[in-house]
Antibody, heavy 122, light 107 residues
Framework: EVQLLESGGGLVQPGGSLRLSCAAS????????MSWVRQAPGKGLEWVSV????????YYADSAKGRFTVSRDNSKNTLFLQMNSLRAEDTAVYYC???????????????WGQGTLVTVSS | DIQLTQSPSFLSASVGDRVTITCRAS??????LVWYQQKPGKAPKLLIY???TLQSGVPSRFSGSGSGTEFTLTISSLQPEDFATYYC?????????FGQGTRLEIK
């Protein structure tokens, strides 16, 4: 059974940093690109970042560029999101998700974690 | 960036109704369109990918169609468990984007 377990969320002051983790199990982690998606309270889904299977290629939403860094440790089946210079508008539940990618149109985020809440407030 | 606009944003319907949600892309995205269902406090659930391919385990009352810039999600006969928020997503190019969501509520 595929499991994704996020951790590392919490309350942080504006300008602070947090590192989120996503522990994966039940599938061959090193073979899958992974993504972070967030959802502000009462709002819709917002894509944050993607990292390819070997970690060499990363992509970010404009809202995350220059402040967030996605990485992975395939030896530990873990995905990370380092978030710096946090702002109130970064307050959200952060989900990690597996990214099933093909060169064709069969691309989707198939498995999702339960999410971890990040609250940026003084 | 490719913008996705869903309509309607809110939909009130009854059990047994047929409902259709539309997702329009600001530029062509071929068939790189995905639909998700999300219930309160839960992670999104994959319903349809490639605009029209039903994910394994998803009931056949869900269907998707379209290509290019206009896409639809249809639920042929609403069941009580279908009342949720639905999102479209484009995976044609970065940045990946989602529609704003359609909240489907019981009439």
């Amino acid at each position: 059974e595929v499991q994704l377990l996020e951790s590392g969320g919490g309350l942080v002051q504006p300008g602070g940093s947090l590192r989120l983790s996503c522990a994966a199990s039940g599938f061959t982690f090193r073979n899958y690109p992974m993504s972070w998606v967030r959802q502000a309270p009462g709002k819709g889904l917002e894509w944050v970042s993607v990292i390819n299977d070997n970690g060499e290629n990363t992509y970010y939403a404009d809202s995350a560029k220059g402040r967030f860094t996605v990485s992975r440790d395939n030896s530990k089946n873990t995905l990370f999101l380092q978030m710096n210079s946090l702002r109130a508008e970064d307050t959200a539940v952060y989900y990690c998700a597996t990214y099933y990618w093909t060169s064709g149109s069969s691309r989707f985020f198939d498995y999702w974690g339960q999410g971890t809440l990040v609250t940026v407030s003084s | 960036d490719i913008q996705l606009t869903q309509s309607p944003s809110f939909l009130s319907a009854s059990v047994g109704d047929r409902v259709t949600i539309t997702c329009r892309a600001s530029q062509g995205i071929s068939s790189y369109l995905v639909w998700y269902q999300q219930k309160p406090g839960k992670a999104p659930k994959l319903l349809i990918y490639g605009a029209s391919t039903l994910q394994s385990g998803v009931p056949s009352r869900f269907s998707g169609s379209g290509s290019g810039t206009e896409f639809t999600l249809t639920i042929s006969s609403l069941q009580p468990e279908d009342f949720a928020t639905y999102y479209c997503q484009q995976l044609n190019s970065y940045p990946i984007t989602f529609g704003q969501g359609t909240r489907l509520e019981i009439k």
